[in-house]
């Protein structure tokens, strides 16, 4: 079972994610989305929404550099295994609270004020309280880190992360004595890029850069000098009219 959690279910899970996000977007590109809410409660929103994505961010940055940077860019730098191992305690776990603090008042708003829930799919909330355990469960890692700031530990799940990357296939016996927590938030972190293409996460792969690219609009009105039609005994003030901007047409000759 270790072997194929670790060994077999990083390839399903990595493969359902590329794939399904793919289709998602070529079969369903109107559901890429996350069913915006800020008209509710928005302070509270605003708050949660910058704690938690500033934390995300730190968080998913520090795992991408840390893990799937080859050790031997760390040894030729001169940084220790020791300093990286601290770097990692004291950062990701400023991020992580920051991160938990922010998601937990985003699923208290959603969880509790009954309109926000109205519109709430089963896959937001289920998605975000996903992330909620995941970020307990790396903030648990912590305290098992604490023992071992030589740095030993980390450089097993360096050596996992770039044996899945290169398929070797010894890569999940690098993890198979490490504490269970750490076991727990690897598992959990592959699922979540399991659901990832079912869910509002897709969102993470959307910048708008076609908009700066796009053509101008121009909105065109016209002038009414005479009043319109009277209606009722009434007439009615000018008003304009929207049309759509195009060149003017030259006069036959």
Same mark, same amino acid.
């Given at each position: ?10 390839? *399903?899970?990595?493969?359902?994610? *590329? *794939?399904?996000?793919i ?7 109107f ?16 708050? %949660? ?5 500033? =934390? ?5 940055? %520090?795992?991408?550099? %840390?893990?799937?940077?080859p ?5 030729a ?10 770097? $990692?305690?004291?950062? =990701? ?8 603090? =922010?998601?937990g ?12 829930r109205?519109?709430?799919? @089963?896959?937001?909330? =289920? ?23 030589? %740095? ?8 996992? $992360? ?8 010894? !890569? ?9 927590? @750490? ?14 293409? @079912? ?48 060149? !003017? ?5």
């Amino acid at each position: 079972m270790h072997n194929f959690v670790f060994g077999i279910y990083p390839y *399903i899970a990595l493969s359902v994610m *590329i *794939i399904g996000t793919i289709a998602r977007y070529e079969r369903d590109p109107f559901t890429w989305k996350t069913s915006s809410s800020q008209l509710l409660r928005r302070k509270q929103l605003v708050v %949660g929404s910058i704690l938690f994505h500033v =934390g995300i961010l730190v968080i998913f940055f %520090g795992h991408l550099i %840390g893990l799937l940077t080859p050790i031997q860019i760390f040894d030729a730098l001169g940084i220790s295994h020791g300093f990286k191992q601290t770097l $990692a305690v004291v950062a =990701g776990g400023i991020a992580g609270v920051v991160a938990l603090i =922010g998601g937990g008042m985003l699923f208290h708003r959603r969880w509790t004020d009954p309109r926000i829930r109205k519109t709430s799919s @089963f896959a937001d909330i =289920g998605i975000l309280a996903l992330l909620l355990v995941q970020l307990v469960l790396g903030l648990g890692t912590i305290v098992v880190s604490l023992q071992h700031l030589d %740095g030993h530990e980390m450089t097993k799940f360096m050596s996992w $992360a770039l044996g899945i990357f290169t398929f070797d296939g010894q !890569a999940a016996g690098y993890i198979e004595d490490v504490a269970w927590v @750490f076991k727990l938030h690897l598992f959990l972190g592959l699922t979540i890029f399991l659901l990832f293409p @079912f869910t509002r996460l897709v969102h993470m792969l959307s910048a708008p850069v076609r908009y700066l690219a796009r053509p101008g609009y121009q909105v065109v009105r016209s002038r009414r000098s005479e009043p319109l039609p009277k209606r009722n005994g009434t007439t009615a003030a000018p008003q304009t009219s929207r049309a759509a901007a195009q060149p !003017a047409a030259k006069p036959a000759e």
